[in-house]
C-alpha cells in the first residue's frame, strides 16, 4: 500500500511540474531574423571622345542646303574642340543614363574648276536622358532591356559660299534647338570578369522634333580595377530635321574611346 501511495505521489509531482515547461513552450515569442538594408544601385561616370565625321546637308536661313563631308581623316584637322561625358545608375533591373557632348566642326571644300569655295562651321550640343528596364531573360552575365528617352539639339550652323569668278559672296547663319522622344535598347554583357562589352540602339524623333533620328553604338571595355575601366567603339547618330529654311540631315559617326569610374 505505501509503494502504491509514493507511485501516485511521485505521477502527480511529475505532472504538476511538466506542464508550466509545456505551457512556456507554446506561448515562448517567435523572433524575426534582422532586417538588412542594402544599397543595389551602382553608379559609373565617364569621360569620353567621338572622332566625329559629319556628312550629309545643310541649309540655313533659305539658303540652298550644301553637302558637308568632314572625312574620318580629316576629324583632327576640322574638330575645334570638344567636352563629351555620360552617368550612368543600375540596379540589375531599372537603369538611367545620361549624356552630355558639345563640338565644334568646321571645314572648308573647294568646289568647281575655277577655285569656288564653301565654307562650314557648326557648334553642336547634345543632351540625352533615358530610362531602361532589364528583361528577365535568364542568362548569365546578360542585361538587355528596353529604353525610353529625350534627346535634345542645340545646333548653330554657318554657311558661306565664295562662287568662283564672282567677287560676291553669300553667308548665311542660324541656330535651331529642338527635343526628340526617342525609343530604344540597351545591352551590356560581362565577357569574364575583365572584360564587357556595351551596345544601344534607338529611334526617334516621329515628327516631334525631327523627322527622324536613331543611333548606334558599340564598345568592347576592360576592368583595369574594380573601380576603373576603358573602352574603345563606334558610334553613329543620323539626324533629319527640317523647320522652315533650317535644313540638318546629317550622318555623325566615328571611333570613340573612354575612361569611367565605377562605385
Known sequence: MRLFWFLAVALL????????????????????PPLVITNEWKFQATLYGWATALNGKVGVRGLRPVN????????????????MGSFYAS??????????????????VDVGPFGGSVKFEQKQAIVQGAVGYALPLGIPNLQLGPTV?????YLDAKIEINPALIPVSAQ??????????????????????????????????????????????????????????????????YTDYKDGGFVYDTTQQGLFTSLAFHF
Do not use: E
Request: charged share 15%.
Open 13 to 32: 509531482n511529475s505532472g504538476i511540474s511538466a506542464a508550466p515547461v509545456a505551457a512556456a513552450d507554446l506561448v515562448q515569442p517567435i523572433v524575426p
Open 68 to 83: 558637308v563631308n568632314v572625312s574620318f581623316s580629316d576629324i583632327l584637322k576640322n574638330l575645334d574642340g570638344a567636352v
Open 91 to 108: 540596379n540589375g533591373k531599372w537603369m538611367v543614363l545620361t549624356d552630355v557632348i558639345f563640338a565644334k566642326l568646321s571645314d572648308r
Open 149 to 153: 528617352g529625350v534627346r535634345y539639339n
Open 172 to 237: 548665311r547663319q542660324g541656330s535651331k534647338n529642338w527635343a526628340d522622344p526617342t525609343i530604344g535598347l540597351s545591352m551590356h554583357y560581362d565577357i569574364n570578369d575583365r572584360w564587357f562589352v556595351n551596345a544601344l540602339a534607338d529611334i526617334g524623333g516621329f515628327g516631334v522634333g525631327s523627322k527622324l533620328t536613331s543611333q548606334g553604338f558599340v564598345s568592347l571595355g576592360y576592368m583595369w580595377t574594380k573601380n576603373v575601366s576603358t573602352a574603345i567603339g563606334y558610334r553613329v547618330i
